[in-house]
């Protein structure tokens, strides 16, 4: 992977946190109440976890790293973004629309505009993610599975033996390591 790809990782880990942060001060508000507040807390901490943990096995160790693995935890992490800024948004359109008679400057206001925030980086952190995924199947698709040793992915390709041959199987005169000559027979009506 370019070297690019892990500062788009880093950058993702850092709006993570700063999602995390406003998201907790969401929940404090409500004294508790989690809903789409509690919902994005934890997606930044299964963030947190998974692309924290694939920028520490690709540069510690990089043998130990699955495409595939990677792959679809990256995907299922966009499908979580989406769902998680979504429903901040629902939830913050509707503190700041009125619906839940706050009053401006109360708490019901703060956790719309905590939500409202939260959504927004949000939506830029799945946007990101979408990025990420894109690149990383385009360079993966570019850079073919390898036969290396110390590969984790689907091992090594295990060089099969050559049939055992017999002498009795060539005919005399026929050297050894050659098949026997096989005679075309014409297609019968």
């Not at 790809?5 to 004294?31: D, H, P, R, W």
């Not at 009053?103 to 905590?114: L, P, V």
């Not at 050559?162 to 050894?176: E, K, N």
Request: overall charge positive.
């Amino acid at each position: 992977m370019p070297k690019w790809m892990l500062y788009l990782k880093i950058a993702i880990l850092f709006f993570s946190l700063v999602i995390l942060a406003v998201s907790a001060y969401g929940v404090s508000i409500t004294y508790g109440y989690s809903g789409a507040a509690g919902y994005m807390v934890f997606i930044t901490v299964k963030t947190l976890l998974i692309f924290g943990a694939a920028v520490a096995v690709e540069l510690l160790a990089p043998q130990l790293f699955f495409r595939i693995l990677a792959f679809v935890v990256y995907l299922l992490s966009i499908i979580f973004w989406l769902s998680g800024w979504a429903w901040a948004a629902s939830w913050a359109a509707a503190a700041w629309s009125g619906y839940y008679n706050c009053s401006r400057g109360g708490a019901c206001s703060n956790y719309g505009a905590a939500l409202a925030a939260v959504a927004a980086l949000g939506a830029f952190t799945w946007i990101l993610s979408i990025v990420h995924l894109v690149f990383f199947v385009k360079f993966c698709m570019a850079n073919p599975q390898q036969t290396t040793p110390g590969n984790a992915e689907l091992g090594n390709v295990k060089p099969e033996q050559q049939p055992y041959v017999t002498a009795a199987q060539y005919p005399a005169g026929q050297p050894a390591g050659q098949y026997p000559q096989q005679q075309q027979q014409p297609y019968q009506q």
